[in-house]
């Protein structure tokens, strides 16, 4: 079992920048594939961004590309979401996620973290 507790999300500016970050539970988090997802208020949870347990290989979503970082401190038990050049269709509550299998849907993960808000105003 891992507990993951989001955290960074907030009220920003069109334009602005927000730094998410996912604490996990337990020390083997560094064996874990881990993502974050988003989900608008009335729409489905979308895929953002996965990476595998070393920082290997990195899969963004079309419509956050050059825009989101995703990295992991396995170090710290910590994952990480720069968002960057934020915009108003990015509002919506985040969640990061984790399993031993990389994907991008979110069927692929077992565990799930409460989700943390931000909200972009034009």
């Known amino acids: 079992q891992v507990q993951l507790v989001e955290s960074g999300g907030g009220l920003v500016q069109a334009g602005g920048s927000l730094r998410l970050a996912c604490v996990a539970s337990?020390?083997?988090?560094?064996?874990?594939?881990v993502a974050w997802f988003r989900q608008a208020p009335g729409k489905e949870r979308d895929f953002v961004a996965a990476?595998?347990?070393?920082?290997?290989?990195?899969y963004y979503a079309n419509s956050v590309k050059g825009r989101f970082t995703i990295s992991r401190d396995n170090a710290k038990n910590t994952l990480y979401l720069q968002m960057n050049n934020l915009k108003p269709e990015d509002t919506a509550v985040y969640y990061c996620?984790?399993?031993?299998?990389?994907?991008?849907?979110?069927?692929?993960?077992?565990?799930w973290g409460q989700g943390t808000q931000v909200t972009v105003s034009s």
């Open positions: 990476i595998t347990w070393s920082g290997g290989t990195i």
């Open positions: 337990r020390r083997t988090f560094k064996n874990y594939a």
């Open positions: 996620a984790a399993d031993d299998k990389l994907g991008t849907t979110s069927t692929t993960y077992d565990y």
